[in-house]
């Protein structure tokens, strides 16, 4: 989860039973400033894909329960929306769930000039990539080496839970 560590943990905390209830798992939570606004984004999925229903939902049940924790000492524009088609691959069990997806990843040291790589996700260990690439040879790098991991050409229904 990206985001100030503390703030996100708090706000985990504090939606995560409500996302439950609503039958939604949360993907992620950023909390960023952008020019002189803050913002709280959480990222919602579930079976089948989110609708706007859903994050509408979850943004009405979670609203008062986090003005009365206050886990936020400045005011911030809150934010309810699914990851993406092109989500990015952010916990261990986003790298295990996804084995064997197409993925674009950008390493933040270039190998051989090249720093954009995508292929097919064959394996994920202990924070280790594994990735046979579109001319067939596999690359192998540490999850701590990349700026992102994102899924390519997504598709819900073939990774349902």
């Known amino acids: 989860m990206a985001g100030k560590g503390n703030t996100v943990s708090k706000v985990l905390e504090i939606v995560t039973p409500f ?27 579930k079976e089948g894909g ?14 008062k329960p ?8 400045q005011s911030y524009l809150l934010e309810v929306s699914s ?5 990015e691959l952010i916990t261990d ?5 996804f084995i064997g997806a197409d993925i674009m990843m950008r390493l933040i040291r270039p190998i051989e000039k090249v720093r954009d790589f995508s292929g097919k996700m064959i394996s994920y260990d202990d924070g280790v990539i594994t990735v046979e690439l579109q001319d067939g040879q596999q690359l192998t790098v540490n999850k701590k080496e990349t700026s992102y991991v994102k899924l390519d050409d997504f598709d819900i229904n073939d990774f349902s839970k």
């Open 19 to 45: 996302a439950e209830q609503l039958g939604l798992d949360i993907w992620d939570v950023r909390f960023v400033k952008e020019g002189t606004d803050w913002y709280l984004r959480i990222f919602i999925d």
């Open 50 to 63: 989110v609708s706007i229903d859903d994050c509408v939902d979850l943004t009405h049940a979670i609203t």
């Open 66 to 73: 986090l003005d009365e924790a206050d886990p936020i000492s």
């Open 83 to 87: 990851p993406g088609i092109e989500r």
């Open 93 to 97: 069990a986003h790298f295990k769930k």
